[in-house]
């Protein structure tokens, strides 16, 4: 039985990560980590989550530290570098869902896998990672002919755009067709742009209300297109492809994964 810490698990994600531990015969919620700051320092976890008193009451890493097998991070990018910083030095695996990280931080992830066991992925979800594959097919065959745009739409709270997926969804599709996606990414169009290079990749982004998480790639020809869609109605998607990946994490050696990994879909 692999026991799962959470840090940030008073948040939309951790929540979610509260029932999908609930959900999984495989693996048991030990520790439920909240800022020293926190309003839900000390409450029981299954209420803060909305399903039940479970017993376990959130708690500071100062208070409860080492109670876990792995740690799972949605927070915020400089949060979620300070607990990897303490999964290091305390030698936890860890499985990082946070997106928005800058250069450096995606730096210090990738050094962080040279010392602990690390699944770090834009998107848990195993129909996105599917999708990724799905892409990549599509890449090979309609890629170098089509115009290709990608679009997604998130809740009126997420704080970076495009999503940590539609960049993923764009670099899979790049690495496919080798180009550099630095290069060939279109944000946005705005005024007299032109006509459409045929090398770029277009990306588009909605906020509003709830919504939880669509994104879809376009390979759109004269005379036809496809289009390929994943849409997450409820954050648990995530949640439970998140604990999926912290089961699997814990029997593996010190390196750096991604959900890619975790399903067997690397070929």
Known sequence: MTKIGIFGSNGRMGRALIEACKLNDEVELSQAIVRDTSAFLGMDVGEIAGIGKLDIQTATLSEQAELADVYIDFTLPDASIENLKWCVAN?????????????DQLAQIDEAGQQIPVVFAANMSVGVNLLFKLLETTAKVMGDYTDI???????????????????????????????????????????????????????????????????????????????????????????????????WLASKPVAKYDMQDVLGLKS
């Open 149 to 247: 745009e990608i679009w997604e739409a998130h809740h009126r709270h997420k704080k970076d755009a495009p999503s940590g997926t539609a960049l993923a969804l764009g670099q899979v599709i790049a690495d496919t067709l080798k180009r550099d996606l630095d290069e060939c990414a279109i944000y946005g169009r705005e005024g007299n742009t032109g006509e459409r290079d045929p090398n770029t990749i277009g990306f588009a982004t909605i906020r509003a209300g709830d919504i939880v998480g669509e994104h879809t790639a376009m390979f759109a020809d004269i005379g036809e297109r496809i289009e390929i869609t994943h849409k997450a109605s409820s954050r648990l998607t995530f949640a439970k492809g998140a604990v999926r990946a912290a089961n």
């Open 91 to 103: 030698k936890k695996p860890i499985v990082i869902g946070t997106t928005g990280f800058n250069k």
